[in-house]
Structure formats: C-alpha cells, structure tokens
C-alpha cells in the first residue's frame, strides 16, 4: 500500500456534515455503502463541481447532478438509483456543506404585487424531513391496496427531460407557420407522448396490487391492463395516492406573514411559498 506522501493532504476536504436518508438508506451496497452509524459523511463540492453545476446540458440529463452527488458522498455509487424519497436531504446536505446553514429564496408576494426574500434555515428543514415516517403503500376505496415501487432519481430526470421536450416542441408548433391542420396533429401525438408517459410513470411506481381476498398482483402486464381497463375515477384515485406519495421526504412551503404595507396592496395576512430545490438555482 502506497502513502500519500502529498504535503497538502491535510487540506484535502472532508466530511462537513453527517445526515441519515429517510429511506434510512436501505439500498443494495452497489448503490449505497452500508453505513454503521445510519449516517453519511457530506463533503463540500470542489471547484470542479460547482462548474457541473453551471452547465445547462450536464443539469439538463441529470449526469451533472450525479456527479457531484456522487462526488460530495462517495457512499453514494450509483446516484441514478437513489430513491426520490430522499433526494432533497442530499442535495441539501450538499448545500449546507458547502455554502453554510441558510438559503436566500425570491419569490412574489400573491396580491401585492411585489417581490420579497426569505432566509431558509437548512438543518431545521432536514431535521423536518428526517421525522418523516415512509410509507410504502396505500388503499383504495374498492379495497385494492397497492405496493408502491419508489421512482429513482434516473426516472425522475426522465420524466423532467421528456416533459419538457414535449413542452417545447408544443411551443414551436404554436409559433410555427404550420396549418390548423398539422399544429392539430401535432398537438395530438404530443398529448399522446404526455399520457403514455403519465401511464408509463404508474405503472413503474407499482410494485404489487393485492384484492381484498388477498390475491396478490405482481406481474406488470397483469398491472398493465388493471391500469387500461380500469374506470377513471379509480385510476385518477390511484394517481393522486401515488402522488402524495412521492413527495415524502421533499420540502414543504415556507409559511409567512405579509407585512401591514403588503396587506395594504392586498396579500392575505398569511401564506405558503414553495421550496423547491431546483439545482439550476439552488447551486450556482
């Protein structure tokens, strides 16, 4: 074994902070090491990172967020497979570590016309995370209790990716010089584009259905045609479930008060701003 015999060693970066993921970070150890404690060391992002970070295509496909996650918590081997239950804890551990304990977000003020800041407090907003109970499953009004497949951060991107893809091609089609007739047609294979990839989304965040006698459902085409014969409102039902969710272990608003003056303009004395850690903002 040959020492690092580098006189600057000791400035290399080391871990910042520790965080547990609300998973509790049961992955197999080709995606997560294990870890003893239940936590993982969180390193600052390098020069090298923060340049990922402002790259448009490197944080449109999701490699360069996968770098640096995989760069700040070498636990992490495959970020592609972390579970989006626990995707904000990192990328908030990976701002604390390297920016420090608060966030300044801009938003507008709903009714008063204007814009105001607020400063977030990180590790409040972790430890409420961390108190977040994983569920796995849910139940349907027929009876139906489904297993849910958690969607991996490689899905999320997808989803993002192919969305906005669809978003801007519509765009084009409405400012194109194209007939009433071929923006209809296109108009109509983006719609279907947008549903497949709504279905497709479902049936991935599906791991088994089980009927109330207990018959368990694992096979995809079996749970393929479950989601294409099904009527609406049971499908709807499934997806708001499913949606609810997702959204464990993500940020919940910011609640504020409005100001007298911001009263005065007509914001209500009260509201929610969302936090969203969009890593085109969030880093760079």
């Known amino acids: 074994m040959v020492e690092n015999s580098n006189p600057l060693n000791k400035y290399f970066r080391q871990p910042a902070i520790y965080v547990s993921l609300p998973t509790g970070g049961d992955y197999p150890p080709h995606i997560v090491t294990p870890s003893k404690t239940g936590e993982f060391g969180v390193m600052p992002m390098t020069a090298k990172d923060e340049i990922r970070f402002k790259t448009p295509d490197a944080l449109m496909n999701g490699e360069g967020v996968v770098d640096v996650i995989q760069s700040c918590i070498p636990d992490i081997k495959d970020a592609w497979q972390i579970k989006s239950y626990d995707l904000d804890t990192v990328l908030i551990a990976i701002r604390i570590a390297t920016y420090g304990e608060t966030m300044d977000i801009n938003f507008n003020v709903p009714g008063a016309n204007e814009q105001a800041s607020h400063t977030l407090n990180l590790p409040a907003i972790l430890d409420a995370i961390k108190n977040v109970q994983i569920k796995n499953e849910c139940m349907l009004k027929d009876g139906l209790k489904v297993q849910v497949r958690p969607l991996t951060y490689r899905d999320v991107t997808n989803t993002s990716l192919t969305t906005f893809q669809q978003q801007k091609l519509y765009s084009a089609v409405q400012d194109s010089k194209m007939t009433d007739e071929e923006k209809t047609k296109k108009f109509d294979e983006a719609f279907k584009a947008l549903t497949e990839l709504s279905m497709g989304l479902l049936l991935k965040n599906i791991e088994k259905i089980t009927t109330p006698d207990g018959?368990?459902?694992?096979?995809?085409?079996?749970?393929?045609?479950?989601?294409?014969?099904?009527?609406?409102?049971?499908?709807?039902?499934?997806?708001?479930?499913?949606?609810?969710?997702?959204?464990?272990?993500?940020?919940?608003?910011?609640?504020?008060?409005?100001?007298?003056?911001?009263?005065?303009?007509?914001?209500?004395?009260?509201?929610?701003?969302?936090?969203?850690?969009?890593?085109?903002?969030?880093?760079?």
């Open 215 to 284: 018959t368990e459902v694992t096979d995809p085409m079996q749970i393929k045609e479950f989601i294409d014969n099904a009527n609406a409102g049971t499908i709807t039902e499934l997806q708001e479930k499913l949606n609810e969710l997702r959204i464990q272990g993500s940020t919940k608003p910011a609640k504020l008060k409005a100001t007298e003056e911001q009263i005065k303009k007509g914001a209500p004395a009260s509201y929610e701003v969302p936090v969203t850690f969009d890593t085109a903002n969030f880093f760079v």
